[in-house]
């Protein structure tokens, strides 16, 4: 996978283009700035944003490509990331010790899901704030049609409410909605998909 993001990412356009996702936009602007985690980052779009509005932003990804396109975005924008290249196994920080953790089409396999979200969970305060974003079960109907569509082939990486609920027992849920949306990102999320969107706070 680590090879497969970084051909990605060494194109010149940004993959997902430089606007951040819509969804974590519009939830973001409702919270106080603080700490923020964002695991599997890509080319920072969502980051420097986040760092635009006053929030101090960790971040990590597998791709050196994706990182080096994300410090040169945050370098124009003249904000700062602390953009770590790791997998999930590498990457650790202390418990408890973020207000916001964002997730946004980061998928894994479904062997290592619950515990991916779990050890990320980890990482968030007792009052933090989970806002995520991920292609659901039935973007499988238009990713087949669709290559630009995105998303995990494999529908077993697609994601339900019913698993999300579970990975993140102990959260009280503020939203959690699966809908079907056009996507304009970048290269690679356009058209028609099925997305899930989830907010939700660490008890």
Do not use: C
């Not at 680590?2 to 060494?10: A, D, H, I, T």
């Not at 007792?126 to 499988?140: D, T, Y």
């Not at 698993?163 to 999320?189: A, C, M, N, Q, T």
């Amino acid at each position: 996978m680590k090879e497969f993001w970084n051909s990605r990412y060494q194109e010149k356009e940004y993959a997902y283009g430089l606007e951040p996702n819509l969804f974590f936009k519009s939830e973001l602007i409702k919270l106080i700035p603080g700490k923020a985690l964002f695991p599997a980052e890509g080319e920072g779009r969502n980051a420097v944003f986040a760092a635009k509005s006053g929030w101090e932003v960790t971040a990590f990804d597998i791709s050196e490509a994706g990182r080096n396109k994300a410090i040169q975005w945050a370098e124009k924008n003249q904000v700062h990331l602390d953009y770590q290249v790791a997998s999930l196994e590498e990457f650790n920080t202390e418990a408890d010790s973020f207000d916001l953790l964002v997730l946004i089409f980061a998928h894994f396999p479904p062997s290592v899901r619950k515990i991916y979200h779990q050890k990320l969970a980890s990482f968030l305060k007792p009052g933090g704030v989970l806002i995520l974003e991920a292609f659901s079960k039935k973007h499988s109907e238009f990713n087949s049609v669709n290559d630009k569509s995105g998303g995990p082939k494999d529908p077993a990486m697609l994601f339900s409410k019913e698993e999300l609920l579970k990975d993140f027992e102990g959260f009280s849920i503020r939203i959690l909605e699966e809908s079907v949306v056009e996507l304009e990102e970048g290269l690679y999320h356009v058209g028609k998909s099925s997305v899930i969107r989830m907010v939700a706070v660490k008890n």
